[in-house]
């Protein structure tokens, strides 16, 4: 039974570059959610996708969009990168939609550098 | 708004000595729940335990406790007899609503290092 997959593991990116990090949710789980980890720091919350929408949004720009597939798998897209985007960017996925209260499956992430 | 706040940011211990990691919660909201999550060197989060704002029965799973107190908004994690493998980030978390919607907050970790 497959966890919950990332992908690339490591991306350097420089300055006004986009990027598009993938996820691929546990088995049986339809919800997937984002989080920035910067260096110290707990995760913060970026957004939150259930059958193809966007429900929640934590307090990041418009820069940060999404998308989630038919297929539950998602994707993190950031666009005119800035150098304070580099963090540990981890994606968990969680049953029963979009409720916060569930236990989360996180992946080992996709460390992002931006130069 | 809701806070979490893990005032210990670094703890360095000996194997088998019991250590205790501190979680102070700040909401307003009356329905609410608690977790504690393990980041290892690997970087993916792993659930430790879930509990909810009626529930303040203490808990044990083998080497680990948990301590819920309202009166002092605090959910303590304590490892007993503390072991290498322990080592690792560890994070308390609050899941209450925030305006209009729940939203999870996470602290900012305790690295926890056991020494052999």
């Known amino acids: 039974d497959a966890g919950v997959t990332q992908s690339p593991t490591h991306l350097i990116k420089t300055r006004g570059q986009q990027v598009t990090l993938r996820c691929s949710p546990k088995s049986g789980h339809d919800t997937v959610s984002w989080y920035q980890q910067a260096l110290g720091q707990g995760p913060q919350f970026i957004f939150q996708?259930?059958?193809?929408?966007?429900?929640q949004r934590g307090n990041f720009p418009d820069r940060f969009s999404g998308h989630q597939f038919p297929n539950y798998s998602s994707e993190l897209n950031v666009n005119a990168l800035l150098l304070g985007d580099s963090a540990l960017y981890l994606c968990?996925?969680?049953?029963?939609?979009?409720?916060?209260?569930?236990?989360?499956?996180f992946g080992s992430g996709t460390q992002l550098s931006v130069l | 708004a809701q806070k979490v706040t893990q005032a210990q940011t670094e703890i360095s211990v000996v194997e088998k000595e019991d250590v205790t990691l501190d979680c102070v919660y700040e909401t307003r909201d009356t329905t609410y729940y608690l977790f504690w999550y393990k980041q290892p060197p690997s970087g993916e989060l792993v659930f430790l335990i879930r509990r909810n704002s009626f529930d303040e029965q203490n808990e044990i799973s083998g080497r680990y406790s948990w301590n819920f107190q309202k009166s002092t908004s605090s959910f303590n994690f304590t490892i007993t007899a503390s072991q290498v493998v322990d080592s690792a980030v560890y994070f308390c978390?609050?899941?209450?609503?925030?305006?209009?919607?729940?939203?999870?907050?996470f602290g900012s970790g305790t690295q926890l290092t056991v020494l052999p």
């Open positions: 978390a609050l899941s209450a609503f925030s305006g209009s919607a729940r939203q999870l907050t």
């Open positions: 968990a996925s969680s049953s029963r939609g979009y409720a916060t209260n569930e236990k989360l499956f």
């Open positions: 996708y259930y059958e193809e929408e966007e429900r």
